[in-house]
């Protein structure tokens, strides 16, 4: 059975979404600080952690990123807030999900699936290397590199440039990204536009006018050969 932390300072967030998750099949332990949520994530390890950025003490962010240094756990932003600006940083944060307030514990269930069948099993990668100039995607070896150079890029933005390479010159669509490299039937497309800026600061020579990895107006991203 997976188990759940939830860090949420509302007592009755806290008390009904841990019930809704028990009903769908987890285990949940649930704290109201980060500082709790820390301590018991270094006590007995969780599967995933849900994380709300209004808390007190130290805040959601901050939080994101001490559990961040300390592990590749899945973490998931449950949150009342959404601005864009506080879902990118979230996301730069360490988050691997950010889900709306009120929550649609279905939604929240599949997308907790789909976190723990991404770290439990290594994606089907391609064989061949992909050569775009002077930027090389060794899919095999897990490595990218820019004039020579290893560029280190997290888990989802690797998959996310192999699945790019795979498809070069096609474009595709922000839905399809979600389904191809996050496994997520639907969800919030601001995930992808995220990955897609920070994947440009580490591969391109110019982030806010892209060469390699661009915008195609109304359809999604694509990556010139």
């Given at each position: 059975?997976?188990?759940?932390?939830?860090?949420?300072?509302?007592?009755?967030?806290?008390?009904?979404?841990?019930?809704?998750?028990?009903?769908?099949?987890?285990?949940?332990?649930?704290?109201?600080?980060?500082?709790?949520?820390?301590?018991?994530?270094?006590r007995e390890p969780a599967d995933t952690i849900l994380v709300?950025?209004?808390?007190?003490?130290?805040?959601?962010?901050?939080?994101?990123?001490?559990?961040?240094?300390?592990?590749?756990?899945?973490?998931?932003?449950?949150?009342?807030?959404?601005?864009?600006?506080?879902?990118?940083?979230?996301?730069?944060?360490?988050?691997?999900?950010?889900?709306?307030?009120?929550?649609?514990?279905?939604?929240?269930?599949?997308?907790?699936?789909?976190?723990?069948?991404?770290?439990?099993?290594?994606?089907?990668?391609?064989?061949?290397?992909?050569?775009?100039?002077?930027?090389?995607?060794?899919?095999?070896?897990?490595?990218?590199?820019?004039?020579?150079?290893?560029?280190?890029?997290?888990?989802?933005?690797?998959?996310?440039?192999?699945?790019?390479?795979?498809?070069?010159?096609?474009?595709?669509?922000?839905?399809?990204?979600?389904?191809?490299?996050?496994?997520?039937?639907?969800?919030?497309?601001?995930?992808?536009?995220?990955?897609?800026?920070?994947?440009?600061?580490?591969?391109?020579?110019?982030?806010?006018?892209p060469q390699r990895l661009v915008t195609v107006r109304g359809?999604?991203?694509?990556?010139?050969?």
């Amino acid at each position: 059975m997976a188990a759940v932390l939830m860090i949420e300072d509302d007592d009755r967030i806290r008390a009904s979404l841990g019930l809704a998750l028990e009903d769908e099949g987890y285990t949940v332990r649930a704290v109201a600080t980060a500082e709790e949520g820390m301590a018991e994530q270094r006590r007995e390890p969780a599967d995933t952690i849900l994380v709300d950025l209004m808390l007190p003490g130290i805040d959601g962010f901050e939080c994101i990123r001490l559990l961040r240094r300390e592990g590749e756990v899945p973490i998931i932003v449950v949150s009342a807030r959404d601005d864009t600006h506080d879902v990118v940083a979230a996301l730069e944060a360490g988050a691997d999900d950010y889900v709306i307030k009120p929550v649609a514990v279905k939604e929240l269930s599949a997308r907790l699936r789909a976190l723990r069948r991404r770290a439990r099993s290594a994606p089907a990668l391609p064989t061949q290397a992909y050569l775009f100039g002077d930027l090389e995607i060794r899919p095999q070896a897990g490595e990218v590199l820019v004039r020579g150079e290893q560029v280190s890029l997290t888990r989802t933005e690797f998959r996310l440039l192999c699945e790019l390479a795979e498809h070069a010159g096609l474009v595709l669509s922000r839905q399809q990204l979600l389904e191809r490299v996050w496994e997520y039937d639907y969800g919030d497309e601001r995930l992808v536009d995220v990955h897609v800026g920070r994947l440009r600061q580490k591969i391109e020579d110019n982030p806010a006018g892209p060469q390699r990895l661009v915008t195609v107006r109304g359809l999604g991203y694509k990556l010139h050969r």
